[in-house]
Nanobody, 116 residues
C-alpha cells in the first residue's frame, strides 16, 4: 500500500508564493502517477497538476504558468510551487498517488488561504 502526506499550506497574501510538499511512503515503487488537486468549500475537487514516474507533467489550463509540479525521487516527494497566488486559489489542496494496479491514495489535505 501507499500513503501520502501533504504539508506546506498556510495563509499568504495575494501575489505571494507557497510550496506544497507531498511525501509518499509504503510501496512507492508501484506509483506511476502523482498529482495535486484542490477543493474549495461547496465545490468539487479539481485537478491542479500531475506528474508521472517518468517526469511528464500535466496542468489545469487555468493554472499553467503560475503553478509548477516537480518531484524529488530521492526524497519520495512531489512538490507544488504556487506563484502569484490569488484569493480564488484558496482551497484545500490534496495529494494523490496512483499505483500500477490503479489503486488511488489520497492524503488528508493541506489548507491554502490567500487573503490580505
Amino acid at each position: 500500500q501507499v500513503q501520502v502526506v501533504e504539508s506546506g499550506g498556510g495563509l499568504v497574501q495575494p501575489g505571494g508564493s507557497l510550496r506544497l510538499s507531498c511525501v509518499a511512503s509504503g510501496s512507492i515503487f508501484s506509483i506511476f502517477l502523482m498529482g495535486w488537486y484542490r477543493q474549495a468549500p461547496g465545490k468539487q475537487r479539481d485537478l491542479v497538476a500531475t506528474i508521472t514516474s517518468g517526469g511528464k507533467t500535466n496542468y489545469a489550463d487555468a493554472l499553467k504558468g503560475r503553478f509548477t509540479i516537480s518531484r524529488d525521487n530521492a526524497k519520495n516527494t512531489v512538490y507544488l510551487q504556487m506563484n502569484e497566488l490569488k484569493p480564488e486559489d484558496t482551497a484545500g489542496y490534496y495529494c494523490n498517488a496512483v499505483t500500477n494496479t490503479f489503486q488511488s491514495q489520497w492524503g488528508q489535505g493541506t489548507q491554502v488561504t490567500v487573503s490580505s
